[in-house]
């Protein structure tokens, strides 16, 4: 099957071949043609299966005929993360290039009266994340009883973020006839639920997960020491051993993601780091720049990074075991895309061989092992103490790693400290470019870090009253700063607060803001 066969207009087809792409994937095959006749889509697949160009297109020709009102959008694209969204209203661009449609991005950390300026202009398509259109929406700037297309993305996603509260506020300003497609790459029964809740006979639709990660990524496995210190020595030492195009980095936490970030720039390695706590802009630039070559190494974090797709990324190190296992394979899956080869190397502790045990349950394999030379195995018997009560702490995804008492959500409503602020102190081997030099120092200025942690570790301690678990339980579930302050939430802001965004792009308007998406002649 061709994209031809599939009912697009010829202005699409010639948009889809200057993409360069000559077969529509599988979830294109399938959902392609159902959007087009206006039916709502139940969407079982993940980033990577060319999902966004499945729901992208067909709403292009849908929305080619009307016309925008101001502040009345017709089309709604929700995204759990900025970056996402970005690139969702990259692909809009890309594929709407012979079309007149106005799109608006409407994601945190960026300029509110810009976008307030885009929306009154009226637009054909809305990409947002859930809580700046909230803001938005309840400033008046936004009416959506015009919006006539709704697409609810990463909807498994959403709900570990903590988002469905706010999707369900914004589908019940929705109106009723409307058509929707929900995407999801796992259907937990809350998604089924809300699934359930939003769709109106939907057609069903499933795809495999990518298989590109499984064939064409090779995967390895080193066992090394739970010293964070012997941890990143090993992680030099292979930077060092491998031909690395560019490469991300993974940690658990957004404290370690600095850490590491630092230690590497400090050891000569051409690095930036990306994690949720960064303002939008620093994000967007540290992305381009990652996107141009202009670093080699990015560290990061998984809710910083989901979903991307940087196709020269030739390398994925695990530098801490992923906690939920459908991370890892999230992970690797940003290396060997688009049918090139990656290599993707995980860093394993005797702390992680239960992290290990649910990859291993979900990949049906095991990851397998190499030893290198100059890296430090782990010491017969090493206890697993000091790591396994650094585990018990947060990861960025707000979830506790041991997750009892999960039920997803759960932990973030049992929240009472947020995560560890990323300025701490920082060990002196991270400051040392040689090690040995520092050696004595270096075991105090970890002690320091290690108390650091403790208080943090007893955030699984209920908030002596109600109000406080409640607040921290806002606080913390938020990946998207909202407006007037990270976290806080927006029923205690002052309406007549005055505005301050965290950051702006002055006076320029950025042009995926607002461009027409015609490009002919
Ligand atoms: P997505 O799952 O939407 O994030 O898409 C993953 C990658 O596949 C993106 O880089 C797309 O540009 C690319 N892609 C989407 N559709 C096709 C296609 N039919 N042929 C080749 N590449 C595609």
């Not at 970005?86 to 692909?91: D, G, N, W, Y």
């Not at 929705?174 to 999801?184: I, W």
């Not at 998984?302 to 020269?312: E, K």
């Not at 947060?394 to 929240?415: F, I, M």
């Amino acid at each position: 099957m061709s994209f031809d066969d599939l009912g697009l207009s010829p202005e699409l087809l010639k948009a889809v071949a200057d993409a360069g792409y000559t077969t529509p994937t599988p979830i294109q095959r399938q959902a392609i043609p159902v959007v087009l006749m206006g039916r709502d889509v139940l969407g079982c697949a993940q980033t990577g299966t060319g999902k966004t160009a499945g729901f992208t297109l067909p709403m292009i020709d849908i929305l080619a005929g009307g016309r925008a009102r101001a502040r009345m959008p017709r089309s709604l694209i929700l995204e759990p993360t900025r970056e996402l969204a970005q690139q969702v209203a990259e692909s809009f661009e890309k594929y709407g290039k012979h079309h007149k449609l106005n799109m608006a991005l409407l994601i945190g950390g960026t300029s509110m009266d810009d976008q307030k300026a885009v929306l009154q202009r009226g637009v054909d398509v809305l990409i947002a994340t859930p809580g700046r259109l909230l803001d938005l929406f309840d400033r008046g700037q936004i009416l959506l009883a015009d919006c006539k297309l709704l697409v609810i993305d990463e909807a498994d996603r959403m709900l570990d973020m903590g988002f469905i509260p706010d999707i369900e506020k914004i589908v019940g300003r929705l109106p009723q006839q409307r058509q929707t497609l929900f995407f999801s790459a796992t259907m937990p029964p809350e998604i089924r639920r809300l699934a359930d809740k939003f769709l109106s006979n939907p057609k069903a639709i499933s795809v495999d997960p990518p298989a590109s990660a499984a064939v064409t990524v090779t995967q390895a496995l080193i066992r090394t020491s739970m010293d964070p210190k012997v941890k990143r020595e090993a992680l030099r030492t292979l930077l060092r051993s491998e031909e690395i195009a560019s490469a991300l980095i993974f940690c658990n936490r957004k404290r370690d993601v600095a850490l590491l970030h630092k230690s590497l720039e400090r050891h000569g390695f051409n690095a930036k780091a990306l994690h949720g706590d960064m303002s939008q802009p620093a994000r967007t630039e540290t992305l381009d720049q990652f996107r141009a070559g202009k670093a080699q190494l990015l560290v990061c974090s998984d809710v910083a990074a989901r979903g991307l797709d940087i196709p020269a990324v030739s390398h994925v190190f695990n530098f801490d075991v992923p906690i939920h296992a459908e991370d890892y394979v999230h992970r690797i899956g940003r290396t060997g895309r688009a049918g090139r080869s990656g290599k993707a190397f995980t860093l394993a502790t005797p702390a992680d061989s239960k992290f290990l045990a649910s990859i291993r349950h979900i990949t049906k394999k095991d990851i397998p092992e190499i030893t290198l030379e100059g890296i430090a195995a782990p010491a017969e018997g090493e206890a697993p103490a000091r790591e396994e009560r650094r585990g018990r702490g947060r990861s960025e995804r707000g979830e506790r790693s041991d997750r009892r008492g999960r039920g997803r959500g759960r932990a973030r409503e049992e929240a009472t400290v947020a995560e560890t602020p990323v300025a701490e102190p920082v060990p002196a081997d991270v400051l040392a470019t040689e090690v040995p030099a520092v050696e004595a120092p270096a075991e105090v200025a970890n002690d320091a870090v290690v108390a650091e942690i403790v208080p943090a570790r007893r955030r699984h301690e209920r908030p002596a009253s109600d109000e406080g678990r409640r607040s921290a339980g806002r606080r913390e579930r938020r990946e998207e700063p909202r407006q007037g302050g990270r976290g806080e939430p927006r029923d205690r802001r002052p309406s007549d607060e005055p505005h301050h965004p965290t950051s702006t792009f002055g006076d320029h308007t950025p042009a995926f803001l607002l461009r027409p998406t015609r490009a002919v002649g």
